[in-house]
């Protein structure tokens, strides 16, 4: 959990520093901060477990509607919907001028729900 608070206060640093720097207009700041590939890739590795934990327990709101066939409606109920066995193989974090970006691929995860469906006929 420490690493999950260090990371957090680094964040916000990183954002503190960036919307100071907007309002610098001198031409020799008080300060002066750089960020490494490599602490951005210290920083993905820590958030990564983070947000598998936080989308692994997301709720998913129950879906249902109605749709037309050409013979008839279709009345349908999704519920319980949960994802599990959700793998992030590849992600990077880097640094924009508008501020940083998490890009993630090659996602992947089991999405379980009940259902059902009722026709109408005509």
């Known amino acids: 959990m420490e690493t999950a608070v260090f990371v957090a206060i680094l964040g916000a640093n990183l954002l503190l520093l960036q919307d100071f720097g907007s309002f610098a207009t001198a031409a020799s700041p008080g300060f002066r901060t750089a960020v ?56 990077s974090l880097t640094s924009t001028s508008q501020g940083l970006v998490i890009q993630a691929s090659d996602i992947s995860f089991y999405i379980h729900g009940d259902w059902q469906y009722r026709g109408n006929d005509w």
């Open 36 to 91: 490494t590939a490599r602490g951005l890739n210290y920083v993905c590795q820590v958030l990564t477990p983070i947000l598998k934990e936080k989308l692994s327990s997301l709720t998913i709101p129950d879906i249902e509607g109605n749709a037309e066939t050409p013979i008839g409606s279709v009345r349908y109920e999704l519920k319980n919907i949960q994802l599990s066995n959700l793998a992030l193989p590849t992600s």
